[in-house]
């Protein structure tokens, strides 16, 4: 019989996810920084500083934090399968009832569901088993250091954007540059997530740049506060 190859984009959410949320947060936290500095009008050299510390530190972090939840997640899957293996191996035939049941519960008579048990089970007993009693696919499976990494990368890489337009930019116009680029890296930025994904790019768009824009405008009202009382 011949079958066709599907790609479905629920395969990228692993490495998507990473990436999208490693992105914007280098806009949104190198931006707010930048913006919160210029308000409180501090030196360009001190802005460029603050913004390269940022982006090093924000990289580091991202990759650390995403390798250690992930390595979380990948710790539970692993634990499950673990116990699973050791109750098919104490009980298999209780096992086989356990997949039929599940089968009959999507729709299958008993006959058929205990039939496609026993079959799966002689197959790849603890691969059947994590697929429809644990719900893990193979293409969600937790990967922490891809994770890692690209929430470094992408962290970096979202993160020059301000630094290079505060770098470009006339010292007055420093704030209002940064910020209006940023919103719109962000707003492209859900476009393409959005679209990577198979989701509507127009939402996603303005709800990524709706946050950013926040988290500009909180930054820049502490730091212009704070460069008041100074």
């Given at each position: 019989m011949l079958l066709h190859r599907?790609?479905?984009?629920?395969?990228?959410i692993g490495w998507l996810r990473a990436a999208i949320l490693g992105a914007n947060d280098g806009i949104v936290s190198t931006a707010s920084l930048i913006v919160g500095v210029a308000a409180a009008a501090a030196r360009p050299s001190d802005i460029l500083l603050t913004g390269i510390a940022g982006l090093v530190a924000g990289a580091m972090s991202m990759a650390a934090g995403e390798y250690v939840s992930v390595s979380s997640q990948a710790d539970t899957e692993a634990a499950d399968l673990e116990r699973e293996a050791g109750e098919i191996a104490a009980d298999p035939e209780a096992e086989i009832a356990?997949?039929?049941?599940?089968?009959?519960?999507?729709?299958l008579n008993d006959e058929t569901a205990t039939a496609v048990a026993h079959q799966l089970m002689a197959h790849d007993a603890l691969a059947a088993h994590a697929h429809d009693e644990l719900g893990l696919v193979s293409g969600m499976k937790a990967r922490p250091v891809q994770a890692a990494l690209t929430s470094a990368v992408t962290f970096s890489a979202g993160a020059g954007l301000p630094l290079l337009i505060a770098l470009?930019?006339?010292?007055?116009?420093?704030?209002?540059?940064?910020?209006?680029?940023?919103?719109?890296?962000?707003a492209g930025l859900g476009a393409i997530g959005a679209a990577a994904g198979g989701a509507g790019r127009l939402r996603a768009a303005g709800r990524v740049a709706i946050w950013g824009a926040l988290a500009m405008a909180v930054t820049s009202a502490v730091g212009a506060a704070v460069g008041a009382s100074l």
């Open positions: 599907e790609r479905h984009l629920v395969e990228r356990e997949l039929a049941a599940i089968y009959v519960r999507r729709g470009g930019a006339p010292p007055t116009w420093v704030a209002p540059a940064v910020a209006t680029g940023a919103l719109v890296s962000l």
